[in-house]
């Protein structure tokens, strides 16, 4: 059997491409001072699987990125090699890559758990994150197909659970808005408050509020002592929340709905 050229070119380039991922991942393991296990194995197995552990290892104690990533292009052909292996005989249920990825990020996820024992460790590693991922892919099209089988009328007894109820979902919008509108509210009324300071205070308040500056260093700005300044913030303070209650409570007392004429000649008296 021959191979076309292109075949041959291809083959070429995976193999250069393989090849730089190699020198990366010892350049990386050389600036964090750690060297390849088995890197002086006879069968390239062997050296590949102690390049993958020893990255692995490296990533857990450094959580560098760019050794993570380096991993991944190292790692990734074999993985997905692994994943269709595994997923062989199931038909289209499942996709690959999906797998693939969840496996990748629980790797990611998870890297004090692993355990460089060996040069093989992060094989054996990865293929059971491999496998709970292709459970949990199993899991999730079981509980599709049951739901998907079941018939209307038990579909319409078994709520979601998960799903918040539209009755709760509407509460919490219109409460959402109320706060929304009870504090855009206050804060004219503040505003309005603010207004009614003298210019000292205002400018007091702004320099202590606003731009949080120390009493000490305002008084010495405004040549007064410290105790002074205290005493204009307070009052000022004061002025402030009386005003914006006195506001606030307005449109209360108006509406409020005046008392029949027995019950207030009975309170009089």
């Keep these: 059997m021959t191979c076309s050229p292109s075949q041959t070119a291809m083959r070429a380039d995976s193999s250069d491409g393989r090849e730089r991922i190699r020198t990366r991942a010892h350049q990386l393991l050389g600036l964090h001072g750690a060297e390849a296990l088995a890197a002086c194995a006879v069968d390239d197995a062997t050296r ?32 997905h090699a692994r994943i269709r292996s595994r997923l062989r005989g199931m038909g289209a249920m499942f996709d690959a890559h999906e797998i693939l990825q969840d496996t990748i990020v629980n790797i990611y996820r998870y890297p004090d758990r692993f355990l460089a024992s060996r040069p093989g460790a992060f094989a054996a590693w990865s293929s059971t994150i491999v496998d709970n991922a292709i459970r ?10 049951d739901v998907a089988l079941s018939a209307p009328e038990v579909l319409q007894e078994h709520a979601d659970l998960a799903a918040r109820e539209p009755c709760l979902a509407a509460q919490d919008n219109e409460e959402c808005s109320a706060t929304a509108h009870a504090f855009g509210l206050l804060l004219l009324c503040y505003l309005a408050a603010f207004k ?42 004061k002025r402030i929340f009386d005003r914006t209650a006195s506001s606030l409570a307005a449109p209360l007392a108006a509406n409020k709905p005046a008392l029949p004429v027995p019950l207030r000649a009975r309170a009089i008296a």
């Design 48 to 79: 590949d699987a102690g390049l993958a552990t020893s990255l692995m290892d490296v990533f857990r104690t450094t959580a560098d990125r760019e050794v993570f990533d380096c991993l991944v292009q190292w790692v990734g052909p074999q993985l």
């Design 136 to 145: 949990r892919q199993m899991r999730c099209q079981r509980q599709g197909l």
């Design 196 to 237: 009614t300071l003298s210019e000292r205070e205002q400018f007091v308040l702004q320099m202590v509020e606003v731009r949080s500056m120390r009493y000490a260093e305002l008084a010495t700005l405004l040549a007064i002592r410290p105790e002074a300044l205290k005493m204009i913030v307070f009052r000022a303070r």
